[in-house]
Nanobody
């Protein structure tokens, strides 16, 4: 499985971005896909994940971010609204195979900068 994250950029506080995680090599249909981020000087943290039709969000992004998947395009999205400066980070997507305990496949990361 190869993952390609894209969609990052510079946005003003309150703005929106949509990140994409496109997969190749295998269909993501039965994989859990998570979005993680790593801010400068901080550890990487999971912020959201999707498994089949179940979604999960960590408190810092709950109500502002929405994760979705398009199995026909083999892509998972992260819609980010009401962005805050503290959302500035490198965002990664990762996939976890059915039955696996860990996310074994990672994309290369895309930088999101929220600044005026």
């Amino acid at each position: 499985v190869q993952l390609q994250a894209s969609g990052g950029g510079l946005v003003q506080p309150g703005g929106s971005l949509r990140l994409s995680c496109a997969a190749s090599g295998v269909g993501l249909d039965y994989y859990a896909v998570g979005w993680f981020r790593q801010a400068p000087g901080k550890e990487r943290e999971r912020i959201s994940c999707i498994t089949d039709d179940t979604t999960y969000y960590e408190d810092p992004v709950k109500g502002r971010f929405t994760i979705s998947r398009d199995d026909a395009k083999n892509t998972v999205y992260l819609q980010m609204n009401s962005l805050k400066p503290e959302d500035t980070a490198v965002y990664y997507c990762a996939a976890r195979a059915p039955g696996a305990a860990e996310y074994g496949f990672w994309g290369q990361g895309t930088l999101v900068t929220v600044s005026s």
